[in-house]
Nanobody, 119 residues
Framework: QVQLVESGGGSVQPGGSLRLSCVGS????????MHWYRQGPGKERELVAA???????NYADSVKARFTISRDNDKNTVYLQMNSLKPEDTAVYYCNAARFRSLKLENYWGQGTQVTVSS
């Protein structure tokens, strides 16, 4: 059974930093496309960052130059380093893994971790 376990969320002041981690079981991250999504109160879920098995990376415009996605295949972990945090970054952040098995796309989600940015 695939399971994604997230950690690293918390409360931080504007300008502060947090690093989110997502550890997978039942899935090999080196063979998957990994994503971080977030959903703020009353807002739609949005894609924050993505990294492919080959290392290709994309970011939402709102987080470029502030957030960094990375993966450690040996630890089967994906990270989201968040710097220069702003109040508008406040949201529940979700780890997502996508992979193909028997030519079928499968998606898996973590439980989410709360990030709160306030003075």
């Amino acid at each position: 059974q695939v399971q994604l376990v997230e950690s690293g969320g918390g409360s931080v002041q504007p300008g502060g930093s947090l690093r989110l981690s997502c550890v997978g079981s039942g899935i090999i991250f080196s063979a998957a496309m990994m994503h971080w999504y977030r959903q703020g109160p009353g807002k739609e879920r949005e894609l924050v960052a993505a990294i492919s098995s080959g290392g290709s990376i994309n970011y939402a415009d709102s987080v470029k130059a502030r957030f960094t996605i990375s993966r450690d295949n040996d630890k089967n972990t994906v990270y989201l380093q968040m710097n220069s945090l702003k109040p508008e970054d406040t949201a529940v952040y979700y780890c997502n893994a996508a992979r193909f098995r028997s030519l079928k796309l499968e998606n898996y989600w973590g439980q989410g971790t709360q990030v709160t940015v306030s003075s």
